[in-house]
T-cell receptor, first 115, second 114 residues
Framework: GAVVSQHPSRVICKSGTSVKIECRSLDFQATTMFWYRQFPKQSLMLMATSNEGSKATYEQGVEKDKFLINHASLTLSTLTVTSAHPEDSSFYIC???????????FGQGTRLTVV | QQQVKQSPQSLIVQKGGISIINCAYENTAFDYFPWYQQFPGKGPALLIAIRPDVSEKKEGRFTISFNKSAKQFSLHIMDSQPGDSATYFCAAVGLNTGFQKLVFGTGTRLLVSP
């Protein structure tokens, strides 16, 4: 199956700083990438959808100035949490898809802790 | 209409037993129904998936049953093992109908007792 690599797997940052999470498709070209947030014992919540070379489309209620998404190449998307606060602490997961009618594959997730 | 309802919220099954998780949807634009398995601290991994033109799909110990008229689908895990203990999510997406966002169920925490 297709492999999606997410880095880092865990990160701790100080309140007020920014942190970047990378999502890479290792063996296919990802025309679309998705970013999710997951709270403990809850389902995945879609934050935004990004298509290569285009601006990301954010879901309602997600602050685009706080969660910056860049999808500059067909194998890399990044999520930057700006001016992080403790309430941003969560599990962030990306997924990538090749083409419109194909399955999406998930990264292993990033545990962000803001102290 | 975009929701996928999943039950039960949690499930305890003895080793060797059958685990059954049910999901229901409303949106007829959905045409692809995957199931994901997620272990703590990991991303979800695709387990098995089905399209609505078939009523059942089996892969090893995992079977999806699909009822298009009732808009329901379920995951059966035969001969459940302690290693199957994880959270399972059903999902739905419209790959060929333009509804491109994957909609997840609320998840089922499965515990298989030794």
């Amino acid at each position: 199956g297709a492999v999606v690599s997410q880095h880092p797997s865990r990160v701790i940052c100080k309140s007020g700083t920014s942190v970047k999470i990378e999502c890479r498709s290792l063996d296919f070209q990802a025309t679309t990438m998705f970013w999710y947030r997951q709270f403990p014992k809850q389902s995945l919540m879609l934050m935004a959808t990004s298509n290569e070379g285009s601006k990301a489309t954010y879901e309602q209620g997600v602050e685009k100035d706080k969660f910056l998404i860049n999808h500059a190449s067909l194998t890399l998307s990044t999520l930057t949490v700006t001016s992080a606060h403790p309430e941003d602490s969560s599990f962030y997961i990306c997924s990538a898809r090749q083409g419109l009618r194909t399955e999406a594959f998930f990264g292993q997730g990033t545990r962000l802790t803001v102290v | 209409q975009q929701q996928v309802k999943q039950s039960p919220q949690s499930l305890i099954v003895q080793k060797g037993g059958i685990s059954i998780i049910n999901c229901a949807y409303e949106n007829t634009a959905f045409d692809y129904f995957p199931w994901y398995q997620q272990f703590p601290g990991k991303g979800p991994a695709l387990l098995i998936a089905i399209r609505p033109d078939v009523s059942e799909k089996k892969e090893g110990r995992f079977t999806i049953s699909f009822n298009k008229s009732a808009k329901q689908f379920s995951l059966h895990i035969m001969d459940s093992q302690p290693g199957d203990s994880a959270t399972y999510f059903c999902a739905a997406v419209g790959l060929n109908t333009g509804f491109q966002k994957l909609v997840f169920g609320t998840g089922t925490r499965l515990l298989v007792s030794p």
